[in-house]
């Protein structure tokens, strides 16, 4: 088992602005630059979504609009992550 730590600078005012901003050309840059971690992060956890959890995008989508979100808690990991 290995372990890692990211560490990213990040105007918190700003970050905090796009969750909820509906900001679709945020969701697109995303998408076209991870598109790859998407996709592997959905193989990681596809156990959880084939029980209901939004895979990436749609928890990335999610945050970004504002909503709207699972209403299980067992699905939070997902927003967390994205």
Partial sequence: ???????HLLDLTATRA?????DA???RT???NFGDDLA???EWFQHSIDNGAPTAYEALHAVVHGGPF???PDH???YGYA
């Fill in 40 to 42: 592997r992060d959905d």
């Fill in 25 to 27: 050309q945020l969701l």
């Fill in 30 to 32: 995303i998408r076209d």
């Fill in 1 to 7: 088992m290995s372990s890692s730590l990211s560490l």
């Fill in 18 to 22: 796009l969750v909820g901003s509906g």
């Fill in 70 to 72: 699972s209403k299980d």
């Fill in 76 to 78: 939070a990991f997902q």
